[in-house]
């Protein structure tokens, strides 16, 4: 077994102004800032100044308004996340993987790795891999980088479509929702490689119980 797990309302929270805040805030046309950070940004190795050109482009954001600097990082763990990251690595390794711009991505990684990287295996994020949750990519470049199988691992998350969906159309083992921001919807609330737990802590004890199955 090998665990993923999702970065932003799963383990913790993100202090600073996300890519998507920043663009909506200089856009002229700030309704589609969250769609190209997501489709553009999240997806892009690193802010070339042909990339930051397109965006200003997308957006109308003229020249003199595009930051010199990008406040980004401040990762805080919730309560439980340092103390349910350990259990959870007792059980198999765990593997983080997130969804985040190739402008806050590497001061967000550095934060995570700075407050939680003694307990995690690996950590991997869409702009690195080039494909963003619910797209398989990711869960498939974690399995083979760990010589597994998709099919052994267990995927941790709030989402419903990036973190559910996608783990069980990647072929995940199970799919543990975080109900931080969503809760389950009807249509897989029976489904035996989902569960739903309020907090880290749920999901320790929905995988011990998984683990102690499959022993």
Not at 49 to 78: C, K, N, S
Not at 119 to 142: C, D, E, V, Y
Request: net charge negative; aromatic share 4%.
């Amino acid at each position: 077994m090998l665990i993923t797990v999702d970065v932003g309302h799963t383990l913790g929270t993100f202090d600073r102004p996300g890519t998507a805040d920043v663009l909506r805030e200089i856009a002229a046309a700030p309704t589609h800032a969250a769609e190209i950070d997501r489709a553009l940004l999240h997806v892009t190795p690193e802010l070339t100044a042909g990339v930051a050109r397109q965006v200003r482009e997308l957006l109308l954001i003229p020249d003199h308004a595009w930051p010199t600097t990008w406040d980004t990082g401040g990762f805080t763990p919730y309560p439980g996340t340092l103390t349910a990251l350990p259990r959870l690595a007792a059980i198999a390794p765990v593997v983080a993987l997130t969804n985040v711009s190739c402008i806050a991505g590497p001061r967000r990684l550095a934060d995570l790795e700075l407050r939680c990287g003694q307990h995690l295996a690996g950590m991997f994020a869409s702009f690195q891999l080039g494909a963003r949750k619910p797209q398989p990519h990711g869960w498939n470049t974690i399995a083979a980088t760990h010589g597994i199988s998709v099919g052994d691992i267990v995927h941790i998350g709030d989402r419903v479509d990036d973190d559910i969906r996608g783990a069980l159309a990647a072929g995940c083992a199970a799919a543990i929702l975080v109900t931080t921001r969503e809760s389950l919807p009807a249509d897989l609330r029976g489904n035996p490689r989902v569960t739903s737990v309020p907090d880290l802590a749920g999901a320790v004890t929905a995988i011990s119980a998984m683990a102690g199955e499959a022993a």
